[in-house]
């Protein structure tokens, strides 16, 4: 007992003994311009042993306990601000105020970010590539959607393909349809669900309320899991507890542009807070110039009588409620819609979005290390519909996503780890229109697990390590993505990085249950030619065709009377069968039939036959094929071999990296990133699978063929022969007609799958291919020359735009894969901005020219160079938050195309009128 007692009583006095030796730092951060209080700024205190700090409250005010006597760092920084660093001794146990004045820059050089490792760092000791778009450059931007912020940002392809239409990808493998980029808006995924395409135009990312948006480039699937193979762009929105006050916006512009957007915040005491952010626009889109060659072929592929809606609109509102049960706990209840009309550009071709809905629900709570939250996403197409068939979309498809993580340190923060779960449920609901017989089986359930530590090698050298492994119920076995990281830091404004990232990315829902009639041809007297675009996610095998030794294909055209009777070959190239000239033949004439008299006398006279409309009835009786006979046969065979497509796989990236990134002095920011990627396993487009049966053995062609026929048909010829009508006169007609039907080229038959048994049915399936390697550059300088004016330029370069099948080890198959997206792009620009004054910023970017192979979106697009200019006025003089703004996007009106199948783009001047209250 005395030896308890003489214990306890040792404890006691070395207790009182340090608490005797410890201190208190307490002060105010608040802003040097205006004196108000910056709440939420964070504070970090450092010594030898120790690394510490707080937040500052909603009045700016921060505290830190129990810090043991001694010297050390003290830096605060708040987005949009210089960061204040300071330097103090403890020496005693009275409290020491320490107060900051930060004042405002446009543009900070190391900013913090949270979307690289899922916690918040400073982006020069960022194991990943990473741009921060801070408030004062979203304030002095206007444009009709808050993704065109993007445009100058390195590493960023943006093809605008309409007034508020953009594809957005980070290092090229763009698409019409795109979703590769994962965009985050306040830690929800913010893809359309199923489609798992990013409509930017509905996100409720609006200037008013985007605090920062963060671009993480490179592979991600270690913390976030499927389809972070290229990167993150992160849209943060600001907090009520932080940002409270009423906020409204009204502008307008060219192409009858008419847009608002309003934001209210407020606290309620100090633990309840809310906030109401909204958004509606309207305006005339880009047209498609039935003059413009590709215009036009885009316009002839829409359905008959079909016109294309060129109006342009969409609303958004948006709820978020914040309870604050502790200084470092929070629970956030958020949610709205969005609604859009507009054109749009898909896989399946070009979509009329009408009344296209959106709906969002979301749960958060921090409290210190911890993060959970949960949310759902749902789409309503409304009466949306594809213009080249004129068939109705309809989508009530939803995402239902879970998430937890904890994150914490060890040895005195030398240590860090983070480790989380991740549950997605994707249901797709489109009641048979879009994904047809897998309607009832294309549920995707994706559960992950991860881990990530950094540790502290020496005082310059950091290593993160993360893995993480995950399963679905689409492929069989689990996937692992690792990710190793090396920052040196040879001084605290230099470092050094090199990584390693495995990402994949799961078939997309379209690419695995789509099941869509794309074209219907008639041939006539109900004949059918249709092309169906079918999932793969089981594969597709050709066992049936394969059964008799030989191959069988459907009939195209009626053989013996008989539609849809097999046809069946030996061999590929050796016809077992022939199918007659007058097969062929009847669907000729009943085009020709179709054809108005005074169009068939045009086209006899072409060929220097002139006849009356009496004679050219007679004709048409001759050629009857009741009257003529033709029993000549013509050979037939089958264009390719089937070949069996298999179940989709995960497209795997491999990503090698490295990079550099300083501060010289305290104005000049340099990065630069070298990149090497292995990508394999590609998802094609819907590409034909099923061969079909052709017309061979025609000397010199079809019309030379079908002359010879009528020349050996005695009595057609003798007859032809009393009006001076020539054998190869009529075979010329005929030819053409042929070719007007598509008959010429669409052969007799065509090889059905097991899975699909439908005769005249061409099948576009999707299929993995491919393994290609390739490089790429990324070039960053930021400079601020006053605290007024800065000016920046970036500069991406990729080794290769466009993979052929020998660079993808397919030869032979005529696969190939493009990046859609330029190899080469640079960008440039200044940023001038005078408090309560005036504004001005400029940015040049060239575009070097590429090739597009995207779906049914196949060419070129041209080399562009755009110049954006902006000015504005801030009132605060006058009436406090008071600004107008002004932008001409390509001001030199150079009409160019972005994307192919999209509109040229020109000029686009908005002016906008915002108003802020306290």
Do not use: C
């Amino acid at each position: 007992m005395k030896r308890l007692m003489l214990s306890l009583l040792f404890v006691s006095l070395i207790s009182q003994n340090v608490a005797a030796q410890s201190s208190v730092l307490q002060g105010r951060v608040t802003d040097a311009e205006t004196g108000h209080p910056l709440p939420g700024a964070n504070v970090v205190v450092t010594a030898v042993e120790t690394r510490t700090g707080a937040a500052t409250n909603l009045d700016g005010d921060f505290r830190v306990p129990n810090l043991p006597f001694g010297n050390y760092s003290v830096e605060v920084s708040f987005i949009g601000y210089a960061t204040g660093r300071k330097r103090l001794e403890l020496s005693s146990d009275v409290a020491v105020i320490l107060n900051f004045a930060l004042k405002p820059v446009s543009i900070t050089l190391n900013p913090v970010s949270i979307s690289a490792s899922k916690r918040p760092e400073k982006t020069l000791n960022s194991p990943a590539s990473i741009s921060v778009i801070e408030p004062r450059e979203i304030a002095l931007d206007v444009a009709p959607s808050s993704a065109a912020i993007l445009r100058n940002t390195t590493g960023v392809d943006m093809a605008t393909t309409g007034i508020d239409r953009n594809e957005i990808v980070l290092r090229g493998f763009n698409n019409a349809f795109s979703g590769s980029a994962y965009i985050l808006t306040d830690y929800r995924r913010a893809a359309v669900p199923s489609l798992d395409v990013n409509l930017h135009s509905i996100m409720p990312n609006m200037a008013l309320d985007l605090e920062r948006v963060e671009v993480v480039r490179g592979p991600g699937s270690a913390l976030y899991g499927a389809g972070v193979d290229a990167g993150v762009i992160h849209y943060l929105t600001k907090n009520p507890f932080d940002h409270p006050g009423t906020a409204v916006s009204f502008g307008g512009g060219e192409r009858s542009s008419v847009s608002g957007s309003f934001r209210h915040a407020g606290v309620l005491g100090p633990r309840f807070g809310y906030k109401l952010t909204g958004q509606f626009a309207q305006a005339d889109d880009w047209v498609l110039s039935p003059n413009d060659s590709l215009d036009a072929e885009q316009l002839q592929s829409d359905q008959e009588g079909l016109t294309r809606n060129n109006d342009y609109k969409k609303l958004n509102v948006n709820g978020l409620v914040q309870y604050k049960w502790s200084d470092v706990t929070t629970l956030s209840l958020n949610g709205g819609f969005s609604t859009l009309d507009a054109t749009v550009l898909s896989g399946i071709g070009t979509v009329q979005a009408d009344d296209f809905g959106y709906t969002y629900a979301q749960m958060r709570l921090r409290s210190g290390g911890f993060f959970a939250q949960a949310y759902v996403n749902r789409n309503s197409a409304g009466e949306s519909f594809v213009y080249g068939t004129g068939d109705r979309i309809i989508d009530k498809s939803s995402l239902f996503s879970a998430q937890t993580q904890y994150d914490t340190d060890f040895s005195g923060g030398r240590h860090r780890v983070t480790f989380g779960a991740d549950y997605d449920r994707t249901n797709p609901v489109t009641e048979a229109s879009i994904f047809g017989i897998f309607e009832d089986e294309d549920l995707i359930s994706e559960f992950g697990l991860y881990a990530q530590s950094l540790t502290e090698i020496t005082p310059k050298l950091d290593l993160t390590l993360a893995v993480r492994g995950d399963l679905n119920n689409i492929e069989s076995g689990l996937q692992i993505s690792p990710r190793a990281a090396l920052v040196f830091k040879a001084t605290p404004k230099h470092s050094f990085r090199a990584t390693y990232n495995r990402a994949y990315d799961l078939p997309a829902a379209n690419s695995l249950f789509l099941d869509i009639v794309a074209q219907v041809d008639t041939l006539g007297d109900g004949m059918l030619l249709t092309q169906r675009g079918l999932g793969s996610v089981d594969g597709h095998t050709f066992d049936s065709a394969r059964a008799g030794g030989g191959i069988t294909a459907s009939a195209l055209l009626p053989v013996e009377g008989v539609w849809g009777q097999p046809l069946h070959y030996s061999g590929i190239g050796v016809p077992e069968r022939n199918v007659a000239w007058g097969d062929v033949y009847q669907a000729i004439f009943n085009n020709l039939s179709s054809i108005p008299t005074d169009e068939i006398q045009r086209l006899l006279a072409e060929n220097q036959v002139e006849l009356s409309e009496e004679n050219i009835e007679v004709l048409l009786g001759l050629l009857s094929p009741s009257r003529t006979v033709l029993r000549d046969s013509a050979q037939t065979q089958i264009n390719f071999a089937p070949i069996d497509i298999e179940p989709l796989k995960s497209t795997i990236t491999h990503g090698f990296e490295v990079g550099y990134k300083g501060l010289i002095g305290e104005k000049l920011l340099f990065a630069a990133d070298a990149y090497y990627m292995i990508k394999k396993n590609f998802v094609s487009g819907a590409t034909q699978v099923t061969p079909q049966a052709v017309y061979t053995d025609f000397v010199g062609g079809f019309q030379p063929a079908m002359a010879d026929a009528i020349r050996r048909n005695f009595f057609l010829n003798l007859a032809l022969g009393q009006f001076d009508v020539p054998a190869d006169t009529v075979a010329a007609l005929l030819a053409e007609i042929a070719a007007a039907g598509g008959i010429e080229e669409l052969g007799v038959g065509v090889v059905q799958t097991d899975q699909v048994q439908v005769p005249g049915q061409i099948v576009g399936a999707f299929r993995n291919f491919g393994t290609v390697d390739f490089w790429g550059l990324d070039l960053t300088l930021q400079y601020l020359a006053t605290d007024n004016l800065s000016l920046f330029a970036n500069a991406s370069l990729v080794s290769d735009d466009f993979f052929d099948d020998n660079e993808l080890e397919e030869p032979g198959t005529g696969l190939n894969v493009a990046l859609n997206a330029t190899g080469l792009k640079w960008k440039a620009g200044f940023s001038y901005s005078v408090p309560k004054g005036i504004s001005l910023n400029s940015s040049i970017r060239f575009t070097k020219g590429f090739p597009v192979l995207s779906g049914p979106y196949v060419g070129n697009v041209e080399d562009y160079f755009l110049w954006d200019l902006g000015a504005g006025y801030d009132f605060g003089k006058f009436a406090r938050d008071l600004r107008l703004d002004v932008m001409v996007q390509n001001l030199l009106n150079d009409e160019h195309r972005e994307f192919i199948g999209a509109p040229r783009i020109g000029r686009l001047a908005l002016a906008r009128l915002s108003y802020s209250l306290p």
